[in-house]
């Protein structure tokens, strides 16, 4: 009998190490003032532990190094394109794979091809790039997420799903209107909360009875089907690598940003099935990227790329990732910290609305204790909540439908005692949240405001509370 010890070990060992820098609280409150509130401004330099994103910030293996030696830098036709090109083909067969320099530019290509003034872009739950870029071409996206995916508490192995019954309905009526679905596996915006396989296929048979195509925005793939394996009846045996096939068999097509699951510092691609919308977005791809076979990648990416795909997929990888993801929430949760549950794949989601309750919607608790645990610790997250999502295209203000604060997990980058101090940090800062107060925003730009927005703290100084 195999013996089995409690003690999650992350599987692999340090092969080089980069330096963190410790600061002190008083030099954290003048960077973070500095930064106009606005945890996007720092200099990485002043951040200690940096959870804002897991996107192009996981740490590459020996392999994908080594793999970077053989990128061959040939404008056209280069090996590294059909290695790349392969190993996004053994695992989401479509027929044609453009190369792009990450998610964003996949998406645009496919919206400014797809979208358009009157057309609407159904999803589990948009991106914020991916809602911006279907915005940007004049078209609206829909959000249609299960009723408890947009309730941080219930308890939902798939919170991801999309309401079957609403995209339906929205279909018998509108479908003329609906050039593609979406699906974003796992869901970003909701949690990181999977996708369960009958939910894919649900979406599947109603987009083909409406000859709607289905494209995954599939970013998180591997985490996704990792949790199919791990929680979906019947799917226990199988290999995670066959799980991501037959979810890819149910689409027509993706957008993938590289820079998650695939292990990549940059990189995304576009794939599909239908030969004459390939075409279209190749034409836009050497406008705006780059020749069909690198898009906006060096070749070295290309290598790096196909090898992070293998290594995406590996169940003793995935079921650290998971298990140390959720070691993080249900430590949270034991010590009384509203998180969203279940814990999600990437992230643990805070409930800045329920730990907060003093601080209204628009006065932005999700960055009220974003800004608070960076002075207490050097750790950097993410709002995900009203600075993110209350701005309307229309320009007016309304709350988002949860108030987040994202603690997203860099891939193999954190060791467990990193995690241990980050439950330490965020611990004290929630015993002491009653005394956090609200912000004001003072500037904005008119679109995705959350990178460049600048803020005030509001009656006095909640940042130093
Ligand atoms: N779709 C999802 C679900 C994402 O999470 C992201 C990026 C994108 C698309 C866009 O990809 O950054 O390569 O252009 N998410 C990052 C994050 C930025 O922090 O969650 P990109």
Redesign the pocket.
């Known amino acids: 009998m195999e013996p089995t010890f409690h003690t999650i070990i992350e599987p692999f060992r340090i092969h080089s190490v980069e330096p963190l820098r410790l600061t002190t609280r008083a030099q954290r409150v003048s960077a973070i003032e500095e930064a106009g509130f606005n945890l996007f401004n720092l200099h990485s330099n002043d951040v200690l532990i940096d959870l804002?994103?897991?996107?192009?910030t996981g740490a590459m293996s020996r392999d994908q190094w080594a793999a970077i030696q053989h990128g061959d830098e040939s404008y056209a036709g280069s090996p590294s394109w059909f290695r790349f090109e392969a190993a996004v083909k053994d695992l989401f067969p479509f027929a044609h794979v453009i190369p792009t320099h990450?998610?964003?530019?996949a998406?645009k290509i496919l919206f400014s091809v797809l979208g358009g003034p009157g057309k609407s872009i159904p999803n589990n739950t948009h991106?914020d790039?991916?809602r911006a870029n279907v915005e940007a071409s004049g078209a609206t996206a829909l959000d249609m997420v299960i009723a408890e995916g947009r309730d941080a508490s219930a308890p939902h192995p798939f919170k991801g799903n999309i309401d079957l019954e609403a995209l339906e309905n929205f279909l018998a009526e509108h479908s003329d209107e609906v050039p593609v679905v979406m699906l974003?596996i796992t869901?970003?915006?909701g949690g990181g909360q999977p996708v369960s396989l009958a939910n894919i296929r649900g979406a599947s048979e109603i987009c083909h009875r409406y000859a709607i195509p289905l494209f995954l925005?599939a970013?998180?793939f591997a985490e996704n089907a990792w949790f199919i394996h791990e929680r979906e009846e019947g799917q226990g045996h199988r290999e995670v690598a066959d799980i991501v096939r037959e979810i890819a068999s149910l689409a027509d097509g993706m957008?993938m940003?590289?820079?998650?699951d695939p292990f990549g510092n940059i990189g995304?691609w576009l794939a599909l099935n239908d030969d004459a919308l390939a075409e279209a977005c190749r034409n836009v791809l050497i406008l705006t990227e780059g020749f069909p076979t690198y898009g906006g990648l060096a070749g070295r990416d290309l290598e790096a790329l196909a090898q992070g795909l293998s290594e995406a997929v590996s169940p003793d990888y995935l079921r650290y990732r998971i298990g140390s993801t959720a070691y993080l929430g249900d430590a949270l949760d034991a010590a009384g910290v509203p998180v969203v549950k279940p814990i999600g794949g990437h992230a643990v989601y805070l409930d800045a609305r329920a730990l907060l309750p003093q601080v209204p919607p628009l006065e932005y608790p999700g960055l009220s204790l974003a800004v608070a645990l960076y002075v207490m610790g050097g750790v950097r997250t993410?709002e995900i909540g009203s600075v993110m999502f209350g701005r309307q295209s229309d320009g007016t203000e309304v709350p988002a439908a949860m108030e987040l604060v994202?603690l997203?997990i860099p891939r193999r980058t954190y060791t467990q005692s990193h995690i241990d101090y980050v439950i330490e940090v965020v611990t004290a800062v929630a015993r002491d949240a009653a005394s956090l107060r609200g912000y004001a925003m003072v500037y904005e730009p008119p679109a995705l405001r959350h990178f460049t927005a600048r803020c005030e703290p509001l009656e006095g100084t909640g940042a130093r509370a």
């Not at 804002?52 to 192009?56: A, K, V």
């Not at 990450?102 to 530019?105: D, L, S, Y």
């Open positions: 804002l994103t897991d996107s192009g990450q998610g964003r530019a998406e991106f790039t991916t974003t869901n970003n915006s925005d970013c998180r957008t940003s590289a820079k998650k995304g993410c994202r997203a």
